[in-house]
């Protein structure tokens, strides 16, 4: 049986995309800063916990959090980005905004954009 991890799970959008790996016959195992049954405990912006979460998977869903913190969405990426290299497939979910995740690390990229709220 395959084997997914999902991010952030207990939100809205990560209940419905392991109701769906579910039902298509995958094991779920969920990522949260809290451990529950079937969620493992993990540190998006330390990576603490990520590679046990990890170990197995197939797939890795990478739903990018709304982290208005400087700099914490682009870190988190990153700390993901290492520890998924195992897995041979990762989607990013994005349900943060790409362009103020990116500004907050480079405000001169891309060149048309207006910075945003954080940065101004």
Known sequence: M??????????AQQTAIAAAFKNAGWTVIGTSR???SGVHAADLATGEGLDEALAGAD????????DRR???TPGMARTL??????TPRVIL?????????ILRCSPTWPPFA???????
């Open 2 to 11: 395959p084997h997914v991890t999902l991010t952030g799970f207990g939100g």
């Open 34 to 36: 809290t451990a529950r």
């Open 59 to 66: 797939l890795l869903v990478f739903t990018l959090p709304q």
């Open 70 to 72: 400087p700099g914490s």
């Open 81 to 86: 980005a290492q520890a998924a290299r195992r």
């Open 93 to 101: 979910n994005a349900a943060a905004r790409i362009v103020d995740a």
């Open 114 to 120: 207006t910075p945003c709220r954080t940065c101004r």
